[in-house]
Structures are given as structure tokens and as C-alpha cells.
């Protein structure tokens, strides 16, 4: 089974322009979440998927970031215009209601941003 | 807010021996706890799952433990390998809450040969 899948994995851009980044989550999860990490904490959520739909974005700078999810499947994460502190490792998770492990969230390897 | 410590500081320890996480929250308990495992620039990697109404659970050398009085849940690996040098990760999730996870901020193992 293909795992989920980001690009690109690493960004390097200055502070003001803009970013996206991609994710295919594991065929048939009909959940999506993108979290951000900084260096040396943990895995903080921006926004949370259901299918199509927003389940929840409560942590999601909305002046800056957005999120989409058109078809169910691939999403997109966009920054602008990004920020110095908007450098960390943007993470794309699925998950399916099925699995026996309830709950239990499939991680991208992750892309990298660092805002100069 | 929900507030998740993990160990504040890297643990080191020596091969063969066990190794001890320690994730402490605050306010009410979870309806259960997972465990990650997270590599240098890698995505965390799912360990073990342990319910509110369960008070341990092995996986081969894995052994989780969750005390709600205490508010505590407890991670061991025993015979520890340097293989298992990585940082875990403790997340929470709460009844109700759409399987959102609140990650811990993790604790850093290295496990010296």
C-alpha cells in the first residue's frame, strides 16, 4: 500500500513570497490534516479535512495560509505571504474511520520550509 | 487548554536496558493515547494505541502504559537497541473531537552501544 505522498520536500524562499505544498493521502482515507512542526516540538494542526469539507481550521492563520481539498483527495497548502516564523516541516496525515487502531494517523515524510 | 509534557530533556541510555517516556497532562483525560516514533527528517511513524479504559499495552518490546488518576501514560522499550534511537512522540485524543491528535512536544532517545 502506497503511503502519502508531499512535495516538494524541501522550499527555500524569502519572506513575502509565496508557498505551496501538495499531498496525496493513502487511497480511500477520507481524512486529511495538515500540521506544522517546528524544530523541536511536536506536531502542531492547521486544518483538519473530511472528505471535501472543513472539519476544523480553528489554528489555521487564515490572513496568510489556505487550504483545499476539491475532489476528496489531493490537497494544497499555500502560504502568502509567508513569514520568517513560518520556516518548519508541514506535515500531511490521513486517516480512515475503518482502521482497527481508531484513529490511528498515516504520515507524509513532510516538506520542509525555511523562510529567509 | 490541554497542556501534554513529555521528559524535558534527551534520555540516554545504555544498550540491553529499558528505556522510560513519560507524558503528563493536564485538565481531563483523553479517550486514548498514541504513541510515534519520529526519525530525523522523517514523518512520525505510529507505535501504540491505549484506550482511557485500559491500563497497559505490549507490542513485542513496547509497553504503554496509561494511569488517569495520575493523568500519566508511561512508554517503555525494553532490551533497547541503538536502533531504536529516534523521538517519541505522545499524542492525545479526546471523545468528540473528529480524531484530532495534540501532540507532545517529544522526547529525544539515544540508545549508546
Known amino acids: 500500500e502506497a503511503g502519502v505522498a508531499q512535495s516538494p520536500r524541501y522550499k527555500i524562499i524569502e519572506k513575502r513570497q509565496s508557498v505551496a505544498f501538495w499531498c496525496n493521502p493513502i487511497s480511500g482515507h477520507a481524512t486529511l490534516y495538515w500540521y506544522q512542526q517546528i524544530l523541536g516540538q511536536g506536531p502542531k494542526l492547521l486544518i483538519q479535512f473530511q472528505n471535501n469539507g472543513v472539519v476544523d481550521d480553528s489554528q489555521l492563520p487564515k490572513d496568510r495560509f489556505s487550504a483545499e481539498r476539491l475532489k476528496g483527495v489531493d490537497s494544497t497548502l499555500k502560504i502568502q505571504p509567508a513569514k520568517l516564523e513560518d520556516s518548519a516541516v508541514y506535515l500531511c496525515?490521513?486517516?480512515?474511520?475503518?482502521?482497527?487502531?481508531?484513529?490511528?494517523?498515516?504520515f507524509g515524510e513532510g516538506s520542509r520550509l525555511t523562510v529567509l | 487548554s490541554q497542556k501534554i509534557e513529555q521528559n524535558s530533556e534527551a534520555l540516554n541510555i545504555q544498550e540491553g536496558k529499558t528505556a522510560t517516556l513519560t507524558c503528563n497532562y493536564t485538565n481531563y483525560s483523553p479517550a486514548y493515547l498514541q504513541w510515534y516514533r519520529q526519525d530525523p527528517g522523517r514523518g512520525p511513524v505510529f507505535l501504540l494505541l491505549i484506550r482511557e479504559n485500559e491500563k497497559e499495552k505490549r507490542k513485542e518490546r513496547l509497553k504503554v502504559t496509561f494511569d488517569t488518576t495520575l493523568k500519566q501514560s508511561l512508554f517503555h522499550i525494553t532490551a533497547s537497541q541503538p536502533a531504536d534511537s529516534a523521538t517519541y512522540l505522545c499524542a492525545l485524543s479526546y471523545s468528540g473531537s473528529a480524531r484530532q491528535l495534540t501532540f507532545g512536544s517529544g522526547t529525544q532517545l539515544t540508545v549508546l552501544p
Open positions: 496525515a490521513s486517516s480512515s474511520p475503518g482502521t482497527k487502531n481508531t484513529g490511528e494517523l498515516f
